[in-house]
């Protein structure tokens, strides 16, 4: 079956301008997260969603948003973009059931550079 | 949030085993502990996961304590593309959130 297609891998911005980006996830996946990695930070959560519902929320400022659609497929934006940000996102996506364990399938990721 | 501890770095030679130490003393009992791997700037990759009973894969063994404080990640004939960053994380089963430490870096070694 198709993994974790995220779009775009590679982009480059200004400080200032904002960026989206896109995970679609593996078919059945209810649930999409979203993480952001950086060389002093390592890999830190950002969000979950759940059902088109934000259901988890990370520490990050409200520049960082995202949202989920009826088909699972979810988007993170970040606005006002600094140099700070720049990072590989990365998002995986699970079932999300009650019980039992949730393995979560991770895509490529996208890497954003901020000039 | 939480948290496990890792030895930063490790050294095996390829074809012998990798065994990977974790602690996870603040595991509650519904949590499972999940291992997960990245080499160098691909997104992270299941390995295993377990809750009390060990584990074995195609990839690797996972032995949790009896207590369910510690676990060992087991490559039983590491090679050369297992160099990694390997990352020991434990967590509730109903979420995609995951709490991230530093893992270990496992260099195979010809």
């Known amino acids: 079956k198709a993994g974790v297609t995220q779009t775009p891998r590679y982009l480059i911005k200004t400080r200032g301008q904002q960026v989206t980006l896109s995970c679609s996830p593996i078919?059945?996946?209810?649930?999409v997260s979203w993480y952001q990695q950086t060389p002093g930070q390592g890999l830190q959560f950002l969000f979950e969603y759940f059902s088109e519902t934000q259901r988890n929320k990370g520490n990050f400022p409200g520049r960082f948003s995202g949202r989920q659609f009826s088909n699972s497929r979810s988007e993170m934006n970040v606005s006002t973009l600094e140099l700070g940000d720049s990072a590989l996102y990365l998002c995986?996506?699970?079932?999300?059931?009650?019980?039992?364990?949730?393995?979560?399938?991770f895509g490529a990721g996208s890497r954003l550079t901020v000039l | 949030d939480a948290k496990t501890t890792q030895p930063p770095s490790m050294d095996c030679a390829e074809g012998r085993a990798a065994n990977l130490p974790c602690n996870h003393s603040t595991i509650s009992g519904n949590e499972y502990v999940y291992w997960y791997r990245q080499i160098h700037s691909q997104g992270p990759q299941y390995i295993i996961h377990?809750?009390?009973n060990n584990e074995t894969n195609e990839m690797a063994s996972l032995i949790i304590t009896e207590d369910r404080k510690s676990s060992t990640l087991i490559l039983p004939h590491a090679t050369l593309r297992d160099t990694a960053v390997y990352y020991c994380?434990?967590?509730?089963?109903?979420?995609?959130?995951?709490?991230f430490g530093q893992g270990t870096t496992l260099q195979v070694k010809p």
């Open positions: 377990g809750l009390k």
């Open positions: 994380i434990h967590g509730s089963g109903n979420t995609g959130k995951l709490i």
């Open positions: 995986a996506s699970t079932y999300g059931r009650d019980s039992g364990a949730n393995v979560l399938t």
């Open positions: 078919s059945g996946h209810r649930s």
